[in-house]
Nanobody
């Protein structure tokens, strides 16, 4: 069992940048496929990016970059050119295995972090 822990959220002005991190604790012997999701109150959680295959939601392509350390226990989300529409709680999630066309499906992920808030002011 693994536990993802997010960090790096905060408040920023529109056009600014933030870098989120997610580090796994627990049993990290098995490969973990890590993704980022976000959720706004009253809306469904949406997939943002996945380190496996470097998949991105259309809304963040060209602005966000996902990367992973060599040990594959920490994943980062570099967010540039932020807009108020990016304001959300951001979650890191871990899947035991992924296929490319389902990377953004919540059901593919077993472990979830507590989330880190990102607020972008206009």
């Amino acid at each position: 069992q693994v536990q993802p822990v997010e960090s790096g959220g905060g408040s920023v002005q529109a056009g600014g940048s933030l870098r989120l991190s997610c580090t796994l604790s627990g049993d990290t012997r098995r490969r973990a496929y890590m993704g980022w999701f976000r959720q706004v109150p009253g809306k469904e959680r949406e997939g943002v990016a996945c380190a496996y295959g470097n998949f991105y939601a259309d809304s963040v392509k060209g602005r966000f970059t996902v990367s992973q350390d060599s040990a594959e226990t920490t994943v980062y989300l570099q967010m540039n050119s932020l807009s108020p529409e990016d304001t959300a709680m951001y979650y890191c999630a871990v899947s035991p295995g992924l296929y490319g066309d389902t990377w953004s499906a919540e059901y593919e992920y077993t472990y979830w972090g507590q989330g880190t808030q990102v607020t972008v002011a206009s």
